[in-house]
């Protein structure tokens, strides 16, 4: 079953954010991800708490292939680059079936 990611981040450095930007994404497209939706703000419709400085929603056909993504070895040094320059929160949604 296809799963979204939910990324939100709020920076306290952003000097990795262009060499994150260009190695993430072919990883991520190797592991049968897409971007759907990046906002850097987004725009905060409704709610109490700040809006992150950037919200990034993900496609992945599945669990197991988020998971792999994340684990895998040449991902870990654009992982640890984001854990020292922004506090993370990361989702996991399973899509609801498409009605017919």
Same mark, same amino acid.
């Given at each position: 079953? !296809?799963?979204? #990611?939910?990324?939100? /981040?709020?920076? !306290? $450095? ?14 991520? =497209? ?5 971007? /759907?939706?990046?906002? !850097? ?11 992150? $400085? ?7 056909? !599945? =669990? $197991?292939?988020?998971?792999?993504? #994340? ?21 996991? #949604?399973? =899509? ?5």
């Amino acid at each position: 079953m !296809s799963v979204y #990611l939910v990324v939100e /981040l709020v920076y !306290s $450095d952003q000097s990795w954010r262009e060499e994150y930007g260009r190695g993430v994404p072919p990883l991520v =497209a190797a592991y049968g991800g897409r971007y /759907l939706a990046l906002a !850097s703000p987004p725009e905060l419709m409704e709610g109490e708490r700040a809006a992150p $400085d950037t919200l990034a929603v993900f496609d992945f056909p !599945s =669990a $197991d292939a988020v998971r792999t993504f #994340l684990a895998c070895p040449e991902y870990q040094p654009f992982a640890e680059a984001r854990r020292t320059g922004a506090k993370t929160q990361i989702y996991m #949604l399973e =899509a609801l079936p498409t009605r017919g």
